[in-house]
């Protein structure tokens, strides 16, 4: 166990907490993308600070989520929001809340979205395929593919789509491990 690693008793559970590292605490190549993320955000996120533990993890990850999509930014942030909800984020679905109205959704079709439904017949395809896929291991029922085909979308899509579900379950993975303080304002309860 490293000093950055402290383990605590709760219920008979054991849970571990990682302190979220800071600029003077990770490699040199991190500290850049946090330079970055200052001048951007105003501010490194929790979960961001925490990939940097590892010295390529961040500027990979970033590379990753930042890469060119066949979805919109909106249509994205359905996909983030359904993805955090099926598996249980507290952090990517209060982050992901506050870019889906950035994004132009309102709070009750952010909750939709969450609940795995859009009033949109497009992004209603989309919302449940994403969360089929989450939650079946990228195995999906043949209607919500069809469906998704229906609606529009294409192969490419499809691809992409996967990509996107990938990338918001990596991040999803490292919040429910990690529980590291959630420094948005929290999603609420559905």
């Not at 010295?55 to 989520?65: A, E, S, T, V």
């Not at 942030?77 to 993805?83: K, Y």
């Not at 709070?107 to 497009?122: E, Y």
């Amino acid at each position: 166990m490293t000093n950055n690693l402290k383990t605590k008793k709760m219920e008979n559970v054991t849970v571990s907490e990682f302190k979220v590292p800071s600029r003077d605490e990770i490699a040199t190549s991190n500290q850049e993308i946090f330079d970055n993320l200052n001048k951007a955000l105003g501010f490194v996120p929790n979960l961001y600070a925490t990939m940097a533990y590892s010295d390529h993890g961040l500027g990979r990850y970033l590379n990753f989520q930042n890469a060119k999509t066949s979805f919109s930014n909106k249509e994205k942030e359905a996909i983030n929001l359904i993805v955090s909800e099926v598996n249980g984020c507290i952090y990517c679905l209060s982050a992901h809340t506050v870019i889906g109205k950035m994004n132009g959704f309102t709070d009750a079709q952010l909750l939709d979205i969450r609940k795995g439904t859009s009033d949109n017949a497009k992004l209603d395809a989309l919302v449940k395929l994403a969360a089929d896929i989450t939650k079946n291991k990228g195995n999906a029922d043949d209607e919500n593919v069809q469906n998704f085909f229906n609606q529009g979308y294409t192969k490419e899509n499809l691809v992409d789509l996967i990509l996107q579900v990938s990338d918001k379950t990596a991040m999803n993975y490292l919040h429910n491990l990690t529980k590291v303080p959630v420094d948005f304002p929290v999603a609420e309860s559905i």
